[in-house]
């Protein structure tokens, strides 16, 4: 067996990182991703790089991860996984590292996202079934629990499909002598978020009336169930309720009449009703990033939005998206009232336009560029797209 290995993490509000520590001294420092990778992962990975003990040494004060060490310890196939807080290390190793350690807490602290808005996207991606494709099919990142005993009697398999990370959703609070290493957190903490109740058939009919006039005709944030309802989701989260495993928040999909079923059952059952579900070719595309267009729309509550994107009419025809092309989709434009936007996806940035910037930027996405535009206008549009250097900029 390989020698003893060291990860440096922190917690924040339950949620564990970790840190690009290295002591100058001679000991070997792992890096591990416990976002998107699951318990099952991480047990495959040390069990492959065989390693005699694998430590993780908390540069904070923790609540979770002791609790996460003993149930690794209990499915590990070998490696013994110890808990130690930094100042024991320190102690015990003499150690020295080769940046101030302070400096490196302060930049990891300055890089995190504020925590209560990564557990509000959290609950939106349970809420929606919209997940970030970074998360490999199958990673199980939320379950809401209607009964919290219910934790208990999941099956192994699905709890380690769980990463570290994951959150347990539950209405009320529980008892602590229920030992759960899971973040938990309460429904009503996220009682703020506006959803709307679509069916199936009412979401695809908004999709097409979207695709015809390039409004959407309500107000709400998101769209409950949207990926689930679509079939585009990838089983990344569970509604457990009166014992049964659900797909869906609103109890409408159901995997399972038992808590206890194994993962390779649920998975086996979720892939058949995704095939039923699947969303048809030409609508496939916009249906992938409608929720985009639905979040902005709500952002101006008070203004009606049209929006300008190759998915939809506008003054040229819509163009035909194949989901091969989303790679390449970057750019949108919207109308709120008199005031004209174009707005980057990848650097998230914002920039004010008029309406003839508008309509030739809309011409240059669709590939229907009118001969006689002037030329001079063509051009600096064609170097914002290209170039966008300000974060935020006013073309008149």
Not at 20 to 44: C, T
Not at 52 to 58: G, L
Not at 328 to 356: A, D
Request: positive net charge; hydrophobic residues 40%; proline residues 2%.
């Amino acid at each position: 067996m390989n020698s003893v290995i060291y990860n440096f993490v922190r917690e924040d509000s339950g949620i564990i990182q970790s840190i690009a520590i290295k002591p100058k001294k001679n000991v070997k420092v792992d890096y591990f991703d416990f976002d998107n990778n699951s318990i099952e992962d991480f047990l495959d990975y040390i069990d492959f790089m065989n390693y005699s003990t694998y430590i993780f040494v908390c540069i904070n004060t923790s609540y979770r991860l002791q609790k996460i060490i003993d149930f690794l310890n209990k499915n590990t196939r070998g490696t013994r996984i110890k808990y130690q807080q930094l100042d024991d290390f320190i102690k015990e190793h003499n150690a020295r590292f080769e940046k101030d350690i302070n400096q490196l807490l302060e930049k990891e602290k300055e890089k995190s996202n504020d925590v209560n808005l990564r557990f509000e996207n959290g609950y939106k991606a349970y809420l929606t079934g919209m997940y970030p494709d970074s998360i490999p099919s199958g990673v199980i990142k939320h379950i809401f629990l209607e009964d919290i005993s219910y934790f208990n009697k999941l099956d192994l398999s699905v709890l380690k499909s769980l990463s570290i990370n994951s959150c347990i959703y539950i209405n009320n609070d529980f008892e602590e002598n229920i030992e759960i290493f899971a973040i938990v957190k309460k429904i009503t903490d996220f009682n703020k978020i506006k959803k709307k109740f679509l069916s199936r058939e009412e979401i695809i009919t908004s999709l097409k009336d979207f695709v015809s006039s390039g409004i959407v005709e309500f107000k709400e944030s998101l769209i409950l169930d949207y990926f689930n309802l679509l079939g585009m989701s990838k089983l990344h989260s569970l509604t457990i309720s009166d014992g049964a495993i659900f797909l869906d928040c609103q109890k409408k999909i159901k995997l399972s009449n038992k808590v206890g079923v194994n993962k390779f059952n649920l998975q086996n059952i979720f892939s058949i009703l995704g095939e039923k579900l699947t969303t048809s070719k030409e609508l496939s595309a916009v249906a992938k990033v409608y929720p985009i267009f639905v979040a902005v729309n709500a952002s101006f509550n008070a203004y009606p939005v049209k929006f300008i994107t190759p998915f939809n009419r506008g003054k040229y025809l819509a163009k035909e998206m194949q989901n091969s092309d989303l790679a390449n989709f970057s750019w949108f434009g919207f109308k709120k009232g008199k005031e004209c936007f174009v707005f980057n996806l990848k650097n998230r940035r914002l920039f004010r336009v008029n309406n003839l910037f508008l309509d030739i930027f809309e011409g240059i996405i669709k590939n229907e560029v009118d001969n006689d535009i002037n030329q001079s206008v063509l051009r600096d549009v064609r170097r914002l797209l290209l170039e966008n250097e300000r974060s935020f900029t006013d073309i008149e």
